[in-house]
T-cell receptor
Framework: SAVISQKPSRDICQRGTSLTIQCQVD?????MFWYRQQPGQSLTLIAT?????????ESGFVIDKFPISRPNLTFSTLTVSNMSPEDSSIYLC???????????FGPGTRLLVL | AQSVAQPEDQVNVAEGNPLTVKCTYS??????LFWYVQYPNRGLQFLLK??????LVKGSYGFEAEFNKSQTSFHLKKPSALVSDSALYFC???????????FGKGTKLSVIP
């Protein structure tokens, strides 16, 4: 398994601003993932972040809106840019472990955009 | 495209009774199947997985799940429910060797004292 932390745990932001969410894992991992969980909904994959390469975004998500950094094997950031109330969600990072068979999740960042 | 269905939005069970949370999947090839639990204001916690081997897999907190290939199901079970099991449960699937997890919509489990 892996121990994953996220900062901030929650935030309230004004529309039009940006928020950067940090994800830290206690061991080196190849792949890190960012998910969005809209209120009352399931999880949707935003992008996959490999160290040393550009993130791979899923359909419906673009780099200008959700830029991602992956500077090393234990850390990643997701920025939610030019926020609107529709961006109010829980944002979760996950990492692959157990030889790549299992994803473990961080505690999430609860974002409210006013 | 792969998909995961959790047909019940909510499951209510009395404390001490057995519980079942249902999940069916559609994945090309051999599936990797997972159950996660989300407590209020918490992230997702991994419960158990099926990769290969014995169809009955055991996980954390006394939970188990049975892989049924013919019915493409992976139902979560526990012989005796606890009030502390009340939470939101997600089933997820991926194709063998793929990192792309597809989640079901979640099932809210309420264990009634």
């Amino acid at each position: 398994s892996a121990v994953i932390s996220q900062k901030p745990s929650r935030d309230i932001c004004q529309r039009g601003t940006s928020l950067t969410i940090q994800c830290q894992v206690d061991s080196q991992v190849t792949m890190m993932f960012w998910y969005r969980q809209q209120p009352g909904q399931s999880l949707t994959l935003i992008a996959t972040a490999n160290q040393g390469s550009e993130a791979t975004y899923e359909s419906g998500f673009v780099i200008d809106k959700f830029p991602i950094s992956r500077p090393n094997l234990t850390f990643s950031t997701l920025t939610v840019s030019n926020m609107s109330p529709e961006d109010s969600s829980i944002y979760l990072c996950s990492v692959d472990a157990d030889g790549g068979e299992t994803q473990y999740f961080g505690p999430g960042t609860r974002l409210l955009v006013l | 495209a792969q998909s995961v269905a959790q047909p019940e939005d909510q499951v209510n069970v009395a404390e001490g009774n057995p519980l079942t949370v249902k999940c069916t999947y559609s994945v090309s090839g051999n599936p990797y199947l997972f159950w996660y639990v989300q407590y209020p204001n918490r992230g997702l916690q991994f419960l158990l997985k099926y990769i290969t081997g014995d169809n009955l897999v055991k996980g954390s907190y006394g939970f188990e799940a049975e892989f049924n290939k013919s019915q493409t199901s992976f139902h979560l079970k526990k012989p005796s429910a606890l009030v502390s099991d009340s939470a939101l449960y997600f089933c997820a699937a991926s194709g063998a060797g793929s990192y792309q997890l597809t989640f079901g919509k979640g099932t809210k489990l309420s264990v009634i004292p």
